[in-house]
Each structure stands twice: as structure tokens, then as C-alpha cells.
């Protein structure tokens, strides 16, 4: 979890590689539906280029669709879902039926002036449609409003881990990679 901008992908991409499982990103997949133009990238876009969440029923579908696949069997980890309350409810019914539990929930904590500078820069490199400033700012108000209410519920089920997500890319995966080590000791 973390704001746009906290580096989720970032980290999820190393992360994953560590433990050999996938890293499913629900904002990937919504991309790569839009460019393929397929029925649910229709539906996404409008959604995304607005900097609003894609309604719960079709992000739930397809994450349930992802991990039921094989690669998914051993474990996973996901990057930008859940993000509302309703997706924690989901996911939970969901793992419970494959046999899955939650390890750990990591959160990037960085500072605004900090976010906003990473999506710009990154606008100029990439032309993400939704890394506009109008939009930036749309999906930072959607993630307090929505998400951040999820780290006190994670926190509450004792598997949360937050992390000061400033820095280089290495320092902050150095400090997950320790992060989760302490929780497999323990
Ligand atoms: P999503 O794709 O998840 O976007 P986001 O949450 O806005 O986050 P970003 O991908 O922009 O940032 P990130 O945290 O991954 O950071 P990154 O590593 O890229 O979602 C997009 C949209 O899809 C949503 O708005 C919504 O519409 C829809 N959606 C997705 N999931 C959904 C769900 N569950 N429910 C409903 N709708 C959903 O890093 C950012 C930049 O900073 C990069 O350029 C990177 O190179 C750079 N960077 C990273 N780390 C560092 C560092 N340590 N120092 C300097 N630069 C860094
Ligand atoms: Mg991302």
C-alpha cells in the first residue's frame, strides 16, 4: 500500500523477485486492458483518467480471475489492491477459498512535495494518462478517503509494516527486505 507515487511498483517488481512469486498489479492490468482496447479496459479508463477507483465489483472480479491462475499458487503479492474496504472483505473470502493467508502488509510512507515531484518526473518519461496534475491530486484525495483507512484495519489483524519510502530505490527495499525478514524469524 501508499499513496500514487510511494513506489508500489517499484518495490513490488524486486520484492517479488526475492520470494520467485508474481507481482500482481491491479493498475497494470487496468493498463494493459486499455491498450489492448478490451471491454474491461473500456470500462477502466474512464475511471483512471479521472483518478477514480474502478467500481469494486470489476477490480474484485479480475484479481480473483489473476490469482486462481497457476503461477499464483505457491503465493503472491499484490500491489494496489485492496484499496477500499470492500476489497479487504473480498480478498479475504477469496484466500480463504485457495488456502492463501496474508503475510504482511507493507506501506511506503513519503512525503507530498516528494510524490508529486517522482509523478511528474514521471509524466515527462512515460504519459501515464492519469499523471496530469489535476488528476495527481484527484488520486491522492481518493487514497485518504478510501485506503489509508485500511492500514488501521491491517494494523488491527498485527500484520502491517510501515516504511519510510524516501530515499534511493535500494535503501527502501533494504528496509522491507529486513521488515519481512523479522516477521519470517518470528
Ligand atoms: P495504480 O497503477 O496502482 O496507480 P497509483 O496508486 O496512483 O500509484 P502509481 O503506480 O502512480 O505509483 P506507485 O506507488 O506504484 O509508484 P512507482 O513505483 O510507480 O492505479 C492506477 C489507477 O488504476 C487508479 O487510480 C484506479 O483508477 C485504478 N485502480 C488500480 N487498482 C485499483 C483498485 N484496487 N481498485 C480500484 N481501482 C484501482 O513510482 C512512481 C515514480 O517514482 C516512478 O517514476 C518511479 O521510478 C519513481 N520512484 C520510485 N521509487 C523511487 C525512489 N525511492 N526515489 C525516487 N524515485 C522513485
Ligand atoms: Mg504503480
Do not use: C
Not at 9 to 14: D, F, L, N, P
Amino acid at each position: 500500500m501508499g499513496p500514487p507515487g510511494a513506489g508500489k511498483g517499484t518495490q513490488a517488481q524486486v520484492v517479488a523477485a526475492r520470494y520467485n512469486i508474481p507481482a500482481i498489479s491491479t493498475g497494470d492490468i487496468f493498463r494493459k486492458n486499455v491498450s489492448e482496447g478490451t471491454e474491461l479496459g473500456l470500462e477502466a479508463k474512464r475511471f483512471m483518467d479521472a483518478g477514480e477507483y474502478v467500481p469494486d465489483s470489476v477490480t474484485n472480479l479480475m484479481v480473483r480471475n489473476r490469482i486462481d491462475e497457476e503461477d499464483a499458487a505457491k503465493g503472491f503479492l499484490l500491489d494496489g489492491y485492496p484499496r477500499t474496504l470492500a476489497q479487504v472483505d473480498e480478498l479475504d473470502g477469496m484466500i480463504a477459498f485457495t488456502g492463501h493467508k496474508l503475510d504482511a502488509v507493507v506501506v511506503l510512507a513519503v512525503d507530498s512535495e516528494e510524490l508529486v515531484r517522482r509523478l511528474t518526473a514521471r509524466a515527462e518519461t512515460e504519459g501515464r494518462t492519469d499523471d496530469t496534475e489535476d488528476v495527481i491530486r484527484r488520486r491522492q484525495e481518493v487514497y485518504a478517503e478510501q485506503t489509508e483507512p485500511l492500514i488501521e484495519v491491517y494494523r488491527g489483524h498485527g500484520i502491517l509494516l510501515e516504511i519510510d519510502g524516501a530515499g534511493e530505490v535500494d535503501e527502501v527495499t533494504g528496509r522491507i527486505f529486513d521488515a519481512l525478514d523479522e516477521i519470517q524469524e518470528s
